[in-house]
């Protein structure tokens, strides 16, 4: 077991799953308090179908990415791996500006659908909801599977990821029942400057796939070498290889290489850290507040 790529899987099956069960359970939440609860199954079967059509592209993505020669297979790693960062920066930016207003967004969709007598259309709401955790989640996992050394770092990524989206299972349950241990702004913050890292790591790795193929010739020397002090593979290498396979780690990088990763860490952490501002929306409400009181009554 590659404990490095273990809890890479992890990290990222747990803040996506909790994503994804924070939703469920704010629409059986409020169906169960509007007392809908006899649609539970079908918001459950578009979740599973949701889930399952993850499941299929993640495993299709995987299998594309070995399928390959030298030089398309590291072409198309790189490519994964540019994708999934992407992919994983939109999703922390999209879930720090709209986390304050989806508990209000789900409900009036929620009634909306309750309202036109389309119980098919629970099962979609719960469907879209998770499709797009769950896509997200299939290719940054094929992204870390494929910076991974062999078959055993690539199934440490698929078991941690497992892992990880049993205990957002779990935590899901205890959002339905009220639970309010769980800090989530915070839960959502340090695992979002988790996979920053993380993400800085496929890029890294992506250019490194890039320069090896001929694609990226500027900054290819050798920046620093640390092999004989803390190398990232070989005999005695575990914490080397725990880093490479968390964040990208390489005790040789190129300069192009550190460049990008050192880039991403900077702007996309300060980005992602910085004091929200009020949203014109938000603003636009305090200042009719006071007219607006008799209608809320």
Known sequence: ????????????????????????????????????????PKVFAGAGVALGLSAILGIALFVTVGSFEEPYEQLF??????????????????????????????????????????????????FIAVIREGVETALFLTGQAAATSDDAGAMSVVVGAVVGLAIAALLGVGFYQGSRRLNLASFFRWTGVALVFI?????????????????????????????????????????????RALFGYTSTPEVATFVVWLTYVVVVLALYLRPMKPQPAEAAVSGSAAPATPAEG
């Open 77 to 126: 790693e790189g490519l994964t791996m540019v994708a999934a960062a992407a992919v994983v920066t939109w999703m922390l930016f999209w879930m720090r500006r709209q986390a304050g207003s989806v508990r209000g967004e789900l409900q009036s969709a929620v009634d909306r659908a309750l309202d036109s007598g389309s119980v098919t259309a629970l099962a979609i709401l719960a």
């Open 199 to 243: 993400a800085a790591g496929l890029l890294s790795h992506a250019v490194h796939e890039f320069i090896e193929i001929g694609v990226i010739t500027v900054g290819t020397q050798t920046l620093f070498d640390l092999s004989a002090i803390l190398p990232h593979e070989g005999d005695g290498s575990l914490i080397g290889q725990m880093l």
């Open 1 to 40: 077991m590659d404990l490095g790529a273990f809890t890479s899987g992890l990290l990222t099956g747990l803040r996506e799953g909790v994503e994804a069960a924070l939703i469920l359970a704010i629409i059986c939440a409020y169906l169960a308090k509007t007392g809908n609860q006899r649609y539970f």
